[in-house]
Structures are given as structure tokens and as C-alpha cells.
């Protein structure tokens, strides 16, 4: 069952631009993460975020945690075309790293 | 690049029959994981192993059973295939099999005719 829903589904956005994509989740948690995947090629991991961190920067990355609401966001600064892709996020709850996604947002960044 | 390699890339095959698929992990990481995506379905964990030994079990089909070898190189038997297990299979593999991030593989593109 998918444990992280991901919003928007799919977001259009010009090069330069920031891009938000929100995520909500069910359960209680050990981490979440935070997966890139370019057209129905491997994921690439991005960021991990603790259950006790609130924020966490990488590069052009941030996200955010907030397990009262049950949610996190992550936003990339200034994108470019190359950050096309769909964005996944990933909850941890056992801390087995045996993730559970959610079905992931479509960014499309345009020249 | 992640450093973990699956075997093959494109696989074809009927509905009935049987296949095998297979993992290489990074070098140095002992636990590896098996994912299943479909459009339907979405990503899905399937399996874990750590060590050779089996860890956790997520949505894997009776007819799938998985192992990995003492060399810590895995495969996904995948039996009496039906049409809806097309989908992309995934092969991850982490140090550890806790509170870290996994690395991915590129995928096996399994379609069942």
C-alpha cells in the first residue's frame, strides 16, 4: 500500500523557477526520503530527512519535516530543464530502509 | 552511475512461464532490496536480504521467491508469470539495512505476452 501521497501530481514550471512538491504520509516514521527518477530509469536518492530534523538543506535542495502534520516538502531553488523528472518521496517506518513510496510528482521544467 | 547492476536490462517472455532476475550490489553493502513498479501499482517493496539472510517481506507474490548467494549478489525468481506482472523491477542495495539511503539500480523491464 502506498504510504506517501504526493502533491502536486504533476507540476510545468520555467527554468529559474522554484519548484514545491508536498508529501503526506500515514504512519509514524523513522526517516523520509526523497528519490529522482528519470523517465522509467533507476532512482537516484536525494535527500533523507530524520524523524527528529524539522529541515534539511543539499545544494539547490531543501525539505522540510513536520511529523505532527504528518508531512514534508521539498523544494528545488532555481531549477533548470536538467530537473525534469519525477520526484518521489519515501517513508522508512521500521528503519529497515525497506521503503514505502508514494506514487511520486511529475516536474517538468522548460527552457 | 549508483554501482548496483541488474541483469538483464529488457526481458520478454509468455504468461506461464519463469524467469530470473538478478542483482549485483554496490561493493561493501550487505543488505539488498527487491522493488516492483507498475503504473497501476506504483513502487512497491517486495523483499530484503542482509547478510543472505532473508529480513523483511513487503507485497511479493507467492509465486516470487528471492535469495542472495554468499558472494551477496541476489535474484528475483518470478514463476507462472500472468500479464499483470509486467513492470519494471528494481534492485537496491545500503550498508546497512537501517535508517540509510539506498542505492538503485537501473532496472529490469520485464514484459509477460
Known amino acids: 500500500s502506498q504510504q506517501g501521497e504526493e502533491d502536486p501530481q504533476a507540476l510545468s514550471i520555467q527554468e529559474g523557477e522554484n519548484a514545491t512538491m508536498n508529501c503526506s504520509y500515514k504512519?509514524?516514521?523513522?526517516?523520509l526520503q526523497w528519490y529522482r527518477q528519470n523517465s522509467g530509469r533507476g532512482l537516484v536518492h536525494l535527500i533523507l530527512?530524520?524523524?527528529?530534523?524539522r529541515e534539511k538543506h543539499s545544494g539547490r535542495l531543501r525539505v522540510t519535516l513536520d511529523t505532527s502534520k504528518k508531512s514534508s516538502s521539498l523544494l528545488i531553488t532555481a531549477s533548470r530543464a536538467a530537473d525534469t523528472a519525477s520526484y518521489f518521496c519515501?517513508?522508512?517506518?521500521?528503519?529497515?530502509?525497506?521503503?514505502?513510496f508514494g506514487k511520486g510528482t511529475m516536474l517538468l521544467v522548460s527552457p | 552511475d549508483s554501482g548496483v547492476t541488474q541483469t538483464p536490462k529488457h526481458l520478454i517472455t509468455a504468461t506461464g512461464q519463469r524467469v530470473t532476475l538478478r542483482c549485483s550490489p554496490r561493493s561493501g553493502d550487505l543488505s539488498v532490496y527487491w522493488y516492483q513498479q507498475s503504473l497501476d501499482q506504483g513502487l512497491q517493496f517486495l523483499i530484503q536480504y542482509y547478510n543472505g539472510e532473508e529480513r523483511a517481506k513487503g507485497n511479493i507474490l507467492e509465486r516470487f521467491s528471492a535469495q542472495q548467494f554468499p558472494d551477496l549478489h541476489s535474484e528475483l525468481n518470478l514463476s507462472s508469470l500472468e500479464l499483470g506482472d509486467s513492470a519494471l523491477y528494481f534492485c537496491a542495495s545500503s550498508v546497512t539495512p537501517g535508517d540509510t539511503e539506498a542505492f538503485f539500480g537501473q532496472g529490469t523491464r520485464l514484459t509477460v505476452v
Open positions: 504512519t509514524s516514521i523513522n526517516n
Open positions: 530527512i530524520r524523524s527528529n530534523e
Open positions: 519515501a517513508t522508512d517506518p521500521k528503519g529497515y530502509s525497506t521503503l514505502t
